[in-house]
């Protein structure tokens, strides 16, 4: 049997992962019912036939009504959202797999369709100048209503009631989407976060929304069994850009983290473009956040079998998420350990709904849990 490192066991905390390849959250859109709920005919069948990961983590499920940003994603929030999640986690367990759920609010990449003509809520009132995938195909972001105190108490709440709900379901943890222009991340930005109360100016202030929420969280469910996703160098995407905080924001955030909390890990991306000319950028995040941050690192964003072992190897990081090559390879810790070719993606049916491009792609492998 391969020892590559992607197939070594690792344990995060109590939970024990068979393998270090981690099915990365996407964005999916099949939760095309009015409840916007999990379906047994679509979510439980595609996470199941991914249980051989070392961890799943779900698509991003939107904490309240106010948090949702893109059509058809499930949500965490009402009752029926809880009960279609449940047959998800129990199926993932009995097939003998793990997994976490993205709790996500989009901020103001968002769009008044989806709150019945309600603006969406933000840092600051900032247009990001983008689009919004609306029940109407694609429009043109407006200018959010930038969140009062009274907001974001209410905000942090929905997370904290979104985690119990979570664990109700079934969950073996969260992760919270702090990461990608969403709402968090806007307010860890100094081109999306122009307020000049305890949330902006400084660095912490531009934190201090997340680790409130962060606390909040963790009344309800352990510390370490909550993740962090972060991605440092976003850049020209969704209306962020870089300025000469925005790693030294990281900087404080990951450095806090590693001193005061005990997280399941932190989850980072690599940088989703060149940034190897952008001012002030970070080309090497991994390599740049391993020496700062003493627990369980994730990492993401363009790797494959060869790459993500070698991540590993360097001891750069402790686990890999792989997003594209999951969609098209439910069975992708098999073919890594016998060394297949893997199949590649149908981009048209990302967004799609129905089975097609969501549960059709075939295993190859036998696909079990092994551990290696």
């Known amino acids: 049997m391969s020892k590559q490192p992607l197939l070594t066991p690792y344990s995060l905390n109590e939970l024990k992962l068979p393998n270090r390849i981690v099915m990365a959250p996407m964005t999916r859109s099949r939760a095309d019912n009015p409840e916007n709920a999990p379906t047994e005919d679509l979510h439980v069948p ?17 904490v309240s009504k106010n948090a949702v940003g893109y059509i058809h994603t499930p949500g965490i929030h009402s009752k029926a959202q809880v009960e279609g999640w449940k047959k998800v986690t129990t199926a993932v367990h009995e097939a003998g ?47 959010p209503k930038e969140m009062t105190l009274e907001d974001i108490k209410i905000t942090i709440l929905d997370f904290q009631n979104a985690a119990k709900n979570a664990v109700e379901a079934g969950f073996d943890g969260v992760e919270i989407h702090s990461s990608n222009g969403y709402l968090f991340h806007q307010f860890f930005n100094g081109t999306s976060n122009h307020r000049q109360d305890d949330y902006g100016g400084s660095i912490e202030n531009r934190a201090r929304f997340f680790f409130e ?20 160098s976003l850049h020209n995407i969704f209306g962020m850009t870089m300025d000469k905080e925005t790693i030294p924001t990281f900087d404080y955030i990951i450095e806090k983290l590693d001193k005061n909390y005990d997280l399941a890990y932190i989850h980072l991306s690599e940088p989703f473009n060149d940034v190897s000319d952008v001012a002030f950028a970070e080309p090497h995040i991994a390599k740049r956040y391993r020496p700062k941050y003493n627990g369980t690192l994730m990492i993401s964003t363009g790797f494959d079998q060869d790459s993500g072992n070698k991540v590993i190897e360097d001891d750069d990081a402790d686990l ?36 097609e491009g969501y549960t059709t792609y075939q295993s190859k492998t036998n696909n079990l849990i092994i551990n290696s």
């Open 97 to 143: 797999g793990r997994i976490f759920i993205q709790l996500w609010h989009v901020g103001r990449m968002s769009h008044p369709d989806f709150h019945n003509g309600d603006l969406p809520l933000a840092p600051s009132a900032i247009n990001p100048n983008s689009k919004s995938f609306t029940p109407e195909g694609f429009k043109a972001t407006v200018t």
């Open 213 to 232: 929420t962060l606390d909040a969280i963790a009344q309800v469910i352990p510390q370490n069994r909550i993740g962090a996703r972060f991605n440092p």
């Open 320 to 355: 890999v998420s792989f997003a594209k090559l999951y969609i098209s390879n439910p069975d992708l810790v098999g073919r890594f350990r016998e060394h297949l070719a893997t199949t590649q993606w149908n981009s048209d049916t990302f967004y799609t709904q129905g089975k």
């Open 46 to 62: 595609y996470y199941t036939q991914r249980a051989t990961a070392g961890l799943i983590i779900t698509e991003g499920s939107q």
